[in-house]
């Protein structure tokens, strides 16, 4: 693995359907996120995590929960899907989640239809 | 509330330049990124501002201006690779990104 990977690359998935979308990440960063890109909408947080152990909500994170376990894996769950959870999702890492120039690697993105 | 503006398009040709205008809102300024996004693809680092002035790397070049709320990314000699959306987000005071919607640049031959 180099850098970060996501499955699936794509999902349909029946409303009321639980999913967990997959992110994991080899450059042992301690910070990641998962944000959700729409069309004419910018990237949205849902949720991030500063280190292993530790989650935060973001701007979206209702209908969504995370886990952080370690430092590689960062699931993203989406307990009951509904319509509007229709989206492209990105995994995002970075050396820190505060202060400083670190920018954030991305994965490839799920592309998740809910009907 | 936090707001970042792009234009939502823009087009150039082959071989001039480009510049893409940011103008942002936020609580708090921690610096200022500008990615790239091809069509179907993952966002890419290009650049980042936290002082005022012009950042260089080869074809690109980023300016910032804090007191303005103010940004922009200049593309000089234009390929047609660099078709492709520009985000412009900044690191507000909770150190965390807000992203403007993005900037499609179609190059033209």
């Known amino acids: 693995i180099a850098g970060i990977t996501q499955a699936p690359t794509s999902q349909i998935l029946a409303a009321g359907r639980r999913m967990t979308l997959r992110c994991t990440q080899d450059m042992r960063h301690n910070a990641m996120y998962w944000y959700r890109q729409d069309l004419g909408l910018g990237l949205r947080l849902i949720h991030y995590s500063n280190t292993a152990g530790t989650t935060g909500k973001g701007e979206v994170p209702d209908g969504y929960s995370v886990s952080r376990a370690n430092t590689d894996d960062f699931p993203l769950t989406l307990a009951s899907a509904v319509p509007s959870q229709t989206s492209v999702y990105f995994c995002?890492?970075?050396?820190?989640?505060?202060?400083?120039?670190?920018?954030?690697?991305f994965g490839p993105g799920t592309r998740l239809t809910v009907t | 509330g936090q707001n970042i503006d792009q234009p939502t398009e823009m087009t150039a040709t082959e071989g001039a330049i480009v510049q893409i205008n940011c103008t942002y809102q936020t609580s708090g300024f921690n610096g200022l990124f500008w990615y790239q996004q091809h069509a179907g693809e993952a966002p890419t680092f290009l650049s980042y501002n936290v002082l005022d002035g012009l950042e260089e790397k080869g074809r690109f070049s980023s300016f910032l201006s804090r007191s303005k709320g103010y940004s922009y990314l200049l593309l000089k000699e234009l390929q047609m690779k660099d078709s492709a959306s520009y985000l412009c987000?900044?690191?507000?005071?909770?150190?965390?990104?807000?992203w403007g919607a993005g900037t499609k640049l179609i190059i033209k031959p």
């Open positions: 995002a890492s970075s050396e820190s989640g505060a202060t400083g120039h670190y920018e954030q690697y």
């Open positions: 987000a900044v690191k507000d005071s909770n150190y965390q990104l807000i």
